[in-house]
């Protein structure tokens, strides 16, 4: 994503390191919930976006247009987590209703068409579901506030491999590009690395002092980074087992909710509590840009599958388009 935008000459401003400053800038505002807005989701094709919201809806929008293409009812609006399947024929929604649900959508339709679907779900996890993630169309990996992340069998409604070696709530999770490794974040301020073909962690990275809640694998497959409550994000390799940088400034008081990277690595986005989306330089640990939300809380930083955009979501009800 990041090379193929713009770059201005350097800048220097108060507790930001010289570099050179990209220059994103909001390009849509995606304007249709009524509650604040937890999770979102990109599809394969990036085009399309699946959104979910304590006002009890899952929205898939037309980011090109920025209509609404489905408006989903959810059993539950206390959803936390959401994905779109590769195929782009499915939707899953977690949250506190320790459920995992699968709704069946088709994009083959006029904009803003409202939805009364009826879910598949995933019943298996004691607590709440954080995060959900389609392994293909007919798998889908959960994690929860029961210390445990699940690998289940979309057609079976069973689970096939239970991960429980947390110590707490599992915040997060990232799934490599060749769908055999996955990493989970939690509350006991560590990250394991786990083969979907055993039960057992592969590695444990740990360095946070607090609740790791994102991470998320670089494209080249061996590094990852971390966003935690304790305010920093943090740069590992599976080979070495160790951290290789630390994204953070004295000024940052508040926790990470999100972390994502650009398509070439270059960039590291993290979203924090106090409504700012950080770009920081993945070698060099330098702050490059502040996208803000004006003071409302960040739940999610997404960037496209094309590298092309970044989405940010925010508790003001609202998804803006950054490029």
């Given at each position: 994503m990041a090379e193929k935008f713009p770059l201005t000459s350097a800048a220097e401003s108060k507790g930001v390191a010289k570099t050179a400053k990209t220059e994103f800038?909001?390009?849509?505002?995606?304007?249709?919930?009524?509650?604040?807005?937890?999770?979102?989701?990109w599809a394969q094709d990036s085009k399309y976006m699946v959104s979910a919201s304590?006002?009890?809806?899952?929205?898939?929008?037309?980011?090109?247009t920025g209509m609404k293409n489905h408006a989903i009812s959810l059993?539950?609006?206390?959803?936390?987590?959401?994905?779109?399947?590769?195929?782009?024929?499915?939707?899953?929604?977690?949250?506190?209703?320790?459920?995992?649900?699968?709704?069946?959508?088709?994009?083959n339709v006029s904009d803003a068409v409202q939805r009364e679907a009826t879910p598949v779900e995933l019943v298996g996890h004691e607590g709440y579901v954080s995060s959900c993630t389609f392994m293909d169309d007919r798998k889908i990996l959960?994690?929860?506030?029961?210390?445990?992340a699940i690998l289940w069998d979309i057609d079976k409604l069973a689970s096939t491999h239970k991960f429980s070696e947390h110590k707490a709530d599992v915040m997060t999770a990232s799934v490599s590009k060749d769908k055999n490794l996955f990493l989970t974040g939690s509350c006991d301020a560590t990250v394991r690395l786990w083969d979907v073909r055993t039960d057992a962690s592969v590695k444990t990275f740990s360095g946070h002092e607090s609740d790791v809640n994102s991470v998320k694998w670089f494209s080249n497959g061996y590094t990852f980074v971390t966003g935690s409550?304790?305010?920093?994000?943090?740069?590992?390799?599976?080979?070495?087992?160790?951290?290789?940088?630390v994204y953070h400034s004295d000024r940052i008081l508040c926790g990470v909710t999100s972390v994502d990277c650009s398509a070439s690595g270059k960039y590291v986005f993290a979203a924090y509590d106090e409504g700012i989306?950080?770009?920081?330089?993945?070698?060099?640990?330098?702050?490059?840009q502040e996208l803000s939300t004006e003071g409302s809380r960040v739940s999610s930083v997404k960037v496209s599958p094309d590298g092309q955009a970044l989405v940010i979501a925010s508790w003001d009800n609202l998804l803006r388009v950054w490029a």
């Open positions: 800038k909001v390009r849509r505002v995606l304007r249709g919930h009524f509650g604040k807005v937890y999770a979102c989701s304590q006002d009890g809806k899952l929205l898939i929008w037309n980011v090109m059993r539950s609006s206390w959803v936390m987590a959401t994905d779109f399947a590769p195929s782009m024929k499915m939707v899953a929604a977690g949250g506190l209703d320790n459920t995992c649900s699968i709704y069946d959508v088709s994009l959960t994690t929860s506030g029961d210390a445990s409550d304790d305010s920093r994000c943090m740069l590992y390799d599976i080979r070495t087992e160790s951290e290789l940088n989306v950080r770009v920081w330089n993945t070698l060099y640990g330098q702050l490059t």
